[in-house]
């Protein structure tokens, strides 16, 4: 994004200096000098609304793509705690199991 700005910046300073020297240096009628200066300021606002309709594009772009990593990272994140889940609740069973079987062991010998 600095070097967005930066750019920005050098376009609108360009603009205002080179129609500056321009009236500086214009030989011409005082109404053909308003005239020049009009469509100076004119192309300078234009260059800024394409500019930032461009930085616009920009940030929108990559937080489209900013938004669709994080979604991938979550789903993924989802995923791998679901298969963790799964392995604690395999252990559990089997400890279960196993517990069952020593307290039946365990029934057995005090009977």
Do not use: C, W
């Amino acid at each position: 994004m600095s070097d967005n700005g930066n750019t920005f910046l050098g376009v609108l300073a360009g603009t205002a200096i080179g129609a500056a020297l321009g009236i500086l240096f214009a030989p011409d009628r005082g109404s053909e000098t308003r005239r020049r200066i009009a469509e100076e300021a004119a192309h300078g606002r234009d260059v800024v609304v394409d500019r930032a309709s461009e930085i616009r594009n920009n940030i929108g772009n990559t937080l489209a793509n900013q938004k669709g990593n994080l979604e991938d990272q979550v789903e993924s994140i989802v995923s791998n705690a679901s298969y963790k889940a799964e392995d604690v609740i395999t252990t559990l069973e089997a400890k279960l199991k196993d517990l069952k079987q020593k307290n039946k062991n365990l029934q057995k010998k005090t009977s």
